[in-house]
């Protein structure tokens, strides 16, 4: 039901599974996505395309973004870990959104409504469309685990960087080494990215 985990007694990860409208609440500790026994999508790869709605109801393709880099990050409203890294990812996707960098948020989670995303998409400030991946499908293919976990595709449609959002070892605590920006950074400077792929943190993706 969730992602391999590693578990740290300090704190708590909220799994919502919708099943008759029970909400199940697991503790365990903080969740780190495994290391993968072979990545669907590696680095160098090609990103498939995908075809999703966001929680306004518009539409959206990888390939609607061609030539533009694309910020795809996996996502969860109840995740204690995406609560903490909301306020450092907002600010992030605002300032390179101004760079014509492209973010979106999947929410793959089953039982989890488009209003309530919606909902809470408004309440924190997300910047950016939050898209409904029905069945996980797209985080099957993509092989993700975690939320929140980070994929960026460069201009030529190449997965480039997969992982973490930063290198933070509590949900509430911003990392030193913020490896997203690292990644775009470079990418603006037609540089190579230094760490493309980090061991993610964050909640199990609760998949049907």
Not at 74 to 95: R, V
Not at 118 to 134: A, F, M, Q, T
């Amino acid at each position: 039901m969730c992602a391999l985990m590693k578990c740290n007694s300090t704190f708590w990860v909220l799994a919502l599974i919708g099943i008759g409208g029970l909400a199940i609440v697991l503790a365990g500790g903080s969740s780190i996505a495994d290391d993968h026994d072979e990545d669907k999508v590696e680095i160098g790869d090609k990103v498939p395309d995908f075809e999703m709605s966001d929680t306004e109801g518009n539409t959206h393709k990888l390939e609607d973004f061609e030539d533009k880099i694309v910020v795809l990050s996996f996502y969860s409203q109840h995740c204690p870990w995406i609560i903490g890294h909301d306020p450092h990812m907002n600010a992030l996707a605002k300032e390179y959104m101004e760079k014509d960098i492209v973010f979106l948020g999947i929410d793959a989670h089953a039982g989890r409504s488009l209003e309530a995303i919606e909902e809470h998409r408004k309440e924190v400030g997300v910047p950016y469309p939050i898209l409904k991946d029905v069945d996980n499908k797209y985080a099957d293919k993509m092989n993700a685990k975690v939320t929140p976990e980070i994929y960026i595709v460069d201009k030529e449609g190449n997965l480039v960087y997969h992982g973490a959002f930063d290198n933070r070892t509590s949900p509430r605590d911003e990392g030193e080494v913020n490896y997203v920006k690292n990644a775009l950074d470079a990418l603006l400077d037609g540089n190579d990215i230094d760490e493309p792929r980090v061991q993610a943190w964050g909640c199990g993706i609760v998949r049907i």
